[in-house]
């Protein structure tokens, strides 16, 4: 059950696009269709953001997108926004109903 | 609304026990397997235990296991965390987690609590 690999942070300025890489193995994320990612403001509880790789909850916007190859999963922010400088954590499920997170990325909009 | 609201928690020394609660409303609590996920101070998130929809199983991370004990009580829609064993490194904020509309994900989530382990 070791933490999934993520940069630990990365910036853009708004209007830009930016993309978080995380890297797992065959046991979590080449395995399964089931990464999701979270959103946390400081001092906040996390919020999903993207289930299944690519997938949406009902109200969050479409600016937030997912892929995953291999063992390595993205998440996109495009037309990024003062607001979505946050956390950000990938998370995959590992089989016999066990979860692995990643360290986790700091967003910055410049 | 959904509601998950955390409770229980508190500074503790190494090698005693805490049980913390999560009292749910706005939801059929019965019907939906919960989590306990912790977050150290300024750290990642890791998820901890899962149980269940009718409290039949649980499972726990390799760090916790042997140590703590998820259970449920869908009379009460409350959600427990026996924690035995304490020990340093499980200082963390403690969030429950619903996995919910969206398998295999968390969809909603409570404030969390925070524990600390301390002599």
């Known amino acids: 059950q070791s933490a999934l690999t993520q940069p630990r942070s990365v910036s853009g300025s708004p209007g830009q696009s930016v993309t978080i890489s995380c890297t797992g193995t065959t046991f979590d994320v080449d395995g399964h269709i089931y990464v999701s990612w979270y959103q946390q403001h400081p001092g906040k509880a996390p919020k999903l953001i993207i289930y299944e790789v690519n997938r949406r909850p009902s109200g969050v916007p479409d600016r937030f997108s997912g892929s995953k190859s291999g063992n390595a999963a993205s998440l996109t922010i495009s037309g990024l926004q003062a607001e979505d400088e946050a956390d950000y954590y990938c998370?995959?499920?590992?089989?016999?109903?066990?979860?692995?997170f990643g360290g986790g990325t700091k967003l910055t909009v410049l | 609304q959904v509601q998950l609201v955390e409770s229980g928690g508190g500074v503790v020394q190494p090698g005693t026990s805490l049980r913390l609660s999560c009292a749910a409303s706005g939801v059929i609590f019965s019907t939906y397997g919960m989590h306990w996920v912790r977050q150290a101070p300024g750290k990642g998130l890791e998820w901890v235990a899962l149980?269940?929809?009718?409290?039949?199983?649980?499972f726990y991370a390799d760090s916790v296991k042997g140590r703590f004990t998820i259970s449920r009580d869908n009379s009460k829609n409350t959600l427990y965390l026996q924690m035995n064993s304490l020990r340093a490194e499980d200082t963390a904020v403690y969030y429950c987690?619903?996995?919910?509309?969206?398998?295999?994900?968390?969809?909603?989530w409570g404030q969390g609590t925070l524990v600390t382990v301390s002599s």
């Open positions: 998370c995959s499920y590992a089989g016999s109903y066990t979860w692995v």
């Open positions: 149980i269940f929809f009718d409290g039949s199983s649980e």
């Open positions: 987690a619903r996995e919910g509309n969206y398998d295999y994900s968390f969809d909603y």
